[in-house]
């Protein structure tokens, strides 16, 4: 029998960004029905559209500090990001780091239509899966 394996929702996002931003940059995923837990920044971790997109999918927040994101390999790589938060991509990074070590990127780090939130989506190594 196979053993489930957790998938994150990695978001990064303005401090404008309202829940309608998130929703739908984890929609553009295509991977919304599946997320498990969402993954941010710490100190976004507790804005409040952020909380209630939470709250909404009834989904765990797993905050990750700034030094965790910046030891994350990021498969894209935004030079302003990269100038404010030392990694590529926040999304990525949060989702990768939350689904824990050996965890693959489902969805690489997309865009809301806004242009106020993008999402990554991760997944956690299934047991005996060749990495």
Do not use: N
């Not at 507790?46 to 030094?67: E, K, R, S, T, Y």
């Not at 302003?80 to 780091?97: C, K, M, P, Y």
């Amino acid at each position: 029998m196979e053993r489930a394996s957790m998938i994150v929702a990695g978001f990064g996002f303005r401090g404008a960004a309202e829940a309608g931003s998130l929703s739908d940059a984890l929609a553009r995923t295509g991977f919304a029905a599946d997320v498990q837990a969402l993954a941010t920044a710490d100190d976004k971790a507790a804005a409040p559209a952020f909380v209630a997109f939470a709250d909404a999918l009834d989904l765990p927040i797993h905050p990750i500090c700034g030094a965790d994101l910046s030891e994350t390999e990021t498969t894209t790589d935004s030079p302003t990001i990269r100038d404010h938060r030392q990694t590529g991509s926040v999304a990525e990074a949060a989702a990768l780091f939350a689904a824990g070590p050996g965890a693959k990127l489902l969805c690489a780090r997309v865009i809301s239509q806004d242009r106020m939130a993008t999402c990554a989506i991760a997944r956690a190594p299934i047991q005996g899966e060749p990495e």
